[in-house]
């Protein structure tokens, strides 16, 4: 079975320090993968780099079994993103942005207007849909870029630290989005700090850490957050960093 995505031994540097170390994982159809770190272990520049936004220095990207160094318009066209600020027009209203961001990669119209109304009353913004982006909160901006990601129906999203900003509402809305999304044959990797939202979306969390993916957790078990921070020590501890 083709994984949605797959990283095989990736190596990135920024400004000439390295941030990936030979970083592997894969996320399948139908599951949820959560990546967790520190600050600074690499997360961000991870899904960047699987989503084309940097060049690994070696190793492989492949998304539904096609390296994403020679992909073209119609690969893309089936993720949804939201790494870091999500981005969106201050002209525009929340609206606008969503179905600007779904007509970039190929919905309909009629599929726009009904993914609106559906993420529009799942995350809680339906008020605020034709309001102006220059006049909405950072949270409910953070909701345009939520929806902007599923607008157009992906098969495969990644989404950075996505309750950033969020409600309670919105928070749960989401956790229903995602666990329907990968229900329904979706695959999702998104990273976060929130260990408790975590052990509620995620079936495989990986710990990031200092480039190297160093441990895999299964989130049922109990108290996900002190488990993470006993594998981020022993992990020292034998590099002598501790």
């Given amino acids: 079975m083709v994984s949605a995505l797959e990283m095989v031994a990736v190596r990135r540097t920024l400004r000439a320090r390295p941030v990936l170390e030979g970083l592997s ?7 949820c993968r959560a990546l967790v770190g520190l600050n600074g272990a690499g997360k961000t520049t991870a899904l960047r780099v699987m989503l084309g936004m940097l060049r690994p220095n070696s190793g492989s990207i492949r998304i539904h079994g096609r390296d ?5 318009g119609d690969l893309w066209a089936r993720v949804g993103h939201l790494v870091e600020m999500p981005f969106s027009y201050p002209e525009l209203t929340a609206r606008e942005n969503i ?19 559906e993420l529009g009353e799942i995350l809680r ?4 849909l034709d309001v102006p982006a220059a006049r909405l909160s950072l949270g409910t901006r953070q909701k345009v870029g939520l929806a902007a990601a599923f607008a157009h129906r992906p098969d495969l999203v990644v989404l950075d630290e996505p309750t950033n900003g969020l409600d309670p509402l919105a928070v749960v809305g989401l956790r229903e989005l995602i666990t329907t999304f990968t229900r329904d044959g979706g695959a999702a990797l998104v990273t976060s700090h929130h260990f408790d939202e975590v052990a509620r979306i995620a079936d495989q969390v990986d710990i990031l850490h200092r480039g190297r993916a160093i441990d895999s957790l299964t989130p049922g078990g109990p108290d996900l957050e002190r488990r993470f ?8 501890i034998a590099e002598g960093r501790s």
């Fill in 68 to 72: 994403i160094a020679s992909a073209r």
């Fill in 25 to 31: 994982l894969t996320v399948d159809a139908g599951s």
């Fill in 229 to 236: 921070f006993e594998v981020v020590l022993a992990a020292d």
């Fill in 99 to 117: 179905a600007a961001a779904a007509r970039l990669h190929g919905a309909s119209d009629p599929m726009i207007q009904e993914s609106i109304h």
């Fill in 125 to 128: 913004m339906t008020a605020w």
